[in-house]
Every structure is written in C-alpha cells, then in structure tokens.
C-alpha cells in the first residue's frame, strides 16, 4: 500500500511559479512511476507530467513544455513539479498517483492518489 501527501499548492498571480511535491511511503519507491494530474472544476482529469521508476523517464503534456519541469528524489521518497509561468487557465486542483515502473498519461493506468493541492493563479 502506498500513501501519497501533495504539497505546495496556493495563489500566484499569472507569471509567477510555483513548486508543487509529492511525497510517498510505503511501497518501493524507486521502482515507482508518479504522475502528476490536475482537475478544474466542471472539467476531466488531465495528464500534466509524469516521471518514470525506469531510469526517471519523462514525460509532459504539451501544454506544459517548456513551463513545467518534473524531477524526483528517490532518496526523499519524493517527487517535484516545478510550475514556471502560470497562467489562470492553470488553475485547477493538483494531484499526484503512483503506478509501477513506467509513467503513462492514462489516469486509469494508476494505482494509488493522494488528496491534492488547490493551484490558484490570478490574471
């Protein structure tokens, strides 16, 4: 069983940045892939990044490239996402999942959640 705490989440005006983490116990968290996800209200849970226990493989949603950056800590049991030049359509509630090995953008292949954190970026 894996349990998973966000942290980070909060109010940023358009521009600003913000670090968002994850941290895991329980499980082998090396071998571990994370993925972070967001949900706005009234809309699905979308893919925003995810980092591979395979060697720390990557993976990012185009609408984050070259914004956001995913890094880990296997040694912290902990997974970052650095959120640069926020935008208000960024803001939504952030969550991270845990699956073995391999990070996908298919919320459904994902085993374990936390409770996320609430992003707020203000125009």
């Known amino acids: 069983q894996v349990q998973l705490a966000e942290s980070g989440g909060g109010l940023v005006q358009a521009g600003g940045s913000l670090t968002l983490s994850c941290v895991a116990s329980g499980g082998t968290f090396s071998w571990d892939a994370v993925g972070w996800f967001r949900q706005a209200p009234g809309r699905e849970r979308e893919f925003v990044a995810g980092?591979?226990?395979?060697?720390?493989?990557?993976i990012l949603a185009e609408f984050v490239k070259g914004r956001f950056t995913i890094s880990r800590d296997d040694a912290k049991n902990t997974v970052f996402l650095q959120m640069n030049s926020l935008e208000p359509e960024d803001t939504a509630t952030y969550y991270c999942?845990?699956?073995?090995?391999?990070?996908?953008?298919?919320?459904?292949?994902?085993?374990?959640w936390g409770q996320g954190t609430q992003v707020t970026v203000s125009s």
């Open positions: 980092i591979g226990g395979d060697g720390g493989r990557m």
């Open positions: 999942a845990d699956r073995t090995f391999r990070a996908t953008m298919n919320h459904a292949d994902y085993h374990y």
